[in-house]
């Protein structure tokens, strides 16, 4: 079983693998006599199967029977500080000199499809049970703890504007060490609602164990369905995987968006009195409006 933290945390071999254009399978060639037995299989079983930049590291282990070090390992000696890294490279070494130069004749549509596509897939992968659950949780707890770091922040804080509009308590977090400490003070009655793409950030996988650990009830709202935040969570959100890791690094937040959506709108027909709750919310901060 792989460890649930971040594995990209080991120091590089080479401190900018990126910034090399060689791609990574030269990289495996040159120092394919270097590499243990386990290692080559590694190597060779990426050959073979290029589609696992679009897959978790939990899924790769599943899928191939690879060791969890082994791949580790391997990814650190082409220069990579893990897995996640090693998906980047093959994403750039897939994308041909020609597509990267070309301009598309219809920027806007090529964007608006690519939006459509993610919420098609999102619309797939949810559990319509699952945002119902979720959604009842959030409408009956005493507080809910919202957490995400990096491009996941944003999506985390809109959750806690928007819950907090229709009248929950509910805070939000980016700190590591502070969402740790508030996660393990939470109880039966919280919500931790945990936002995270890869499904495998240390500091969230951290604070969804704790706050589960804690009594308080665990929502994942993660790209991937079987990743170390899935194992810690009651209650699991997928978006819209897979996707390229080269684009995930600047992800569009629709799909995520839509997920919120559907929540708050489940929370509004369980409780009535929500409508209530957002009329008087909207007066409270009318007078700061032009």
Request: aromatic letters at 6%.
């Amino acid at each position: 079983m792989p460890r649930q933290a971040n594995s990209d945390t080991s120091s590089p071999v080479n401190p900018l693998p990126l910034s090399d254009p060689t791609p990574w399978a030269v990289r495996y060639q040159r120092l394919f006599h270097e590499l243990t037995e386990s290692e080559k299989k590694v190597g060779a079983y990426f050959l073979e199967h290029p589609e696992t930049l679009q897959i978790s590291i939990t899924e790769l282990i599943e899928t191939s029977g690879l060791g969890y070090g082994t791949v580790i390992r391997f990814c650190q000696k082409l220069g990579c500080r893990g897995f996640q890294e090693f998906k980047v490279l093959m994403a750039r070494d897939a994308i041909t000199p020609a597509s990267r130069t070309a301009s598309d004749p219809d920027l806007f549509r090529a964007v608006h499809d690519r939006i459509t596509d993610d919420l098609s897939r999102t619309l797939t992968n949810l559990d319509r049970n699952e945002v119902m659950k979720a959604a009842e949780a959030m409408q009956k707890a005493d507080r809910v703890l919202s957490i995400g770091v990096a491009s996941s922040a944003p999506l985390a804080l809109s959750l806690e504007w928007k819950i907090k509009r229709l009248g929950i308590k509910s805070s939000f977090l980016s700190d590591g060490y502070v969402m740790a400490l508030e996660a393990s003070l939470l109880n039966e009655g919280s919500v931790l609602v945990a936002v995270s793409s890869s499904g495998t950030t240390k500091d969230i996988v951290t604070a969804a164990q704790l706050a589960r650990g804690a009594g308080a009830t665990v929502i994942a709202i993660t790209n991937f369905a079987k990743t170390p935040l899935i194992e810690a969570s009651h209650i699991c959100l997928i978006t819209s995987s897979p996707r390229d890791p080269l684009a995930a690094e600047i992800p569009s937040l629709v799909d995520g968006e839509f997920v919120l959506a559907l929540l708050t709108e489940h929370i509004r027909r369980l409780d009535p009195r929500v409508e209530r709750v957002i009329v008087e919310a909207f007066q409270a901060i009318a007078d700061r409006k032009l």
